[in-house]
């Protein structure tokens, strides 16, 4: 998927509601049983131990040779109370499928629980056996569970590139049941699809402790003209309610709690399509997307992470930030506790930036070219590149500039202003897009661990 799963120009600052025709639906009506209260949703950060999420992406081992092991050797797995798997995609009816190609064009199911990992690339150092029925990356994380007890591993459905079908699997009551039980056949229930002697009935049973969803974004034509209506802003809410009854019948069937929940747009032209006041009531929590602010879509180079407003900012008409986005889902009634931060690992790129106001602000000849991607770097490799860096202590942004290349991202000492934020804000935690993109001591993970604990 190349991680293009983050916002073209058009999806991170446009806020028009695409029109369709009207589709005919069934009739809509609210979950008769209210919020649902937990243990965990009704805690605060002062009285639990905050989250700390980080997401683990299928393409991560053949991209950028980063293994399930390398959470373990750079210390990170321990920074972290949950791990989000993505990303499992919807088929054109709306259900869950492994069996379809990802949008890398590679079989989800290789990635997932076929491929065989030899001694040297596996967890606890045993290669997987011939005949064992849970392979690739499933297989290395409930090693890694088995080590780690108390880490959780969510399952995330959709990003950027996987959201196609969403629409599709939200449409109607009967829809969104069929949708709501192949995830958790195939997940909480683990009855993956054979192929050869990997999968079976309950092969990946009790690896996955609950849901992520990443609809990107509803009523949107996101990637690739996603399937989109403007009914897709009430559906999301039946679709999560389906999610949660699901969810709980599960739970008094296995005796244990299983998780739900969301990636959340920070564009204000996406939040609008979220009914928030009520979509909360369904959820643990919600992941804020803290990055994609800007990129290698806009002419000038600017802040693609920053914390606060910018004053001067002439690339944003209205500004645009983490605590602006925050600001509109409290104002839409999201509680505070039951928000997270994301925080990225990567950093948005531009060249040919002229030497004035540090190239801030100044117009580009487009994307700076990436390992992986023009216009992407992972902060691994950013903080090897030659150049400057500069803050700004006030809007909460960090960024390198050689003179020509500039490079907008987050340092640990910016996770650690970040960190202050969360407990400021009384937020449940952060999260970080994606592992995958940490230095090998884990500097990043580490900073948010430590200045939270």
Request: charged letters at 25%; proline letters at 4%.
């Amino acid at each position: 998927m190349s991680r293009t799963l983050y916002w073209t120009a058009a999806a991170v600052l446009s806020g028009v509601l695409v029109a369709s025709v009207p589709f005919a639906l069934d009739a809509i009506e609210d979950d008769a049983s209210g919020e649902r209260k937990t243990a965990e949703q009704g805690e605060t950060p002062g009285k639990r131990e905050y989250e700390r999420a980080g997401y683990f992406p299928r393409w991560a081992s053949y991209q950028r040779k980063f293994q399930v092991k390398n959470l373990v050797t750079s210390g990170a797995v321990g920074n972290l109370t949950t791990i989000k798997y993505a990303f499992a995609e919807l088929d054109s009816e709306g259900r869950c499928s492994v069996t379809a190609k990802a949008s890398s064009g590679s079989s989800t199911a290789y990635d997932d629980y076929v491929r065989p990992y030899k001694a040297g690339a596996s967890v606890d150092g045993v290669a997987d056996g011939a005949d064992s029925p849970l392979r690739g990356h499933f297989g290395q994380l409930m090693r890694l569970k088995a080590q780690y007890p108390d880490l959780k591993i969510n399952l995330a459905i959709g990003g950027w590139t996987g959201s196609k079908y969403f629409s599709n699997a939200a449409l109607t009551q009967a829809s969104r049941k069929a949708a709501v039980d192949s995830c958790l056949d195939l997940f909480i229930r683990g009855d993956l699809p054979k192929s050869g002697t990997a999968g079976g009935p309950g092969a990946a049973r009790g690896l996955f402790d609950g849901i992520d969803i990443d609809w990107e974004w509803p009523a949107s034509p996101g990637y690739n003209d996603n399937v989109h209506r403007p009914e897709d802003k009430r559906n999301l809410t039946l679709l999560l309610a389906e999610f949660r009854r699901g969810l709980d019948a599960q739970e008094k069937k296995d005796g244990r709690r299983y998780g739900l929940t969301m990636f959340m747009p920070a564009s204000p032209g996406d939040i609008k399509n979220i009914e928030a006041a009520k979509v909360h009531q369904y959820l643990d929590y919600g992941s804020l997307q803290g990055y994609d602010l800007h990129g290698q879509w806009d002419e000038r180079a600017n802040h693609q992470s920053n914390l606060y407003d910018v004053a001067d900012d002439p690339g944003t008409p209205g500004k645009f930030s983490v605590d602006s986005a925050l600001n509109a889902y409290l104002d839409a009634g999201w509680p505070a506790s039951k928000m997270i931060l994301g925080i990225p690992m990567y950093g948005r790129g531009w060249k040919g930036v002229p030497d004035e106001n540090r190239g801030l602000w100044q117009k580009s000849k487009g994307g700076a070219k990436g390992a992986h991607e023009v216009g992407l770097e992972d902060y691994k490799v950013l903080i090897r590149r030659k150049g400057t860096v500069y803050r700004d202590d006030q809007a909460g942004a960090v960024w390198k500039y050689d003179g020509d290349t500039w490079w907008s991202y987050d340092d640990p000492e910016l996770v650690k202003v970040k960190a202050a934020y969360i407990k400021d804000k009384k937020l449940r935690g952060g999260m970080f897009w994606s592992l995958d993109g940490d230095d090998d001591r884990a500097s990043l993970s580490t900073a948010l661990f430590k200045a939270l604990s």
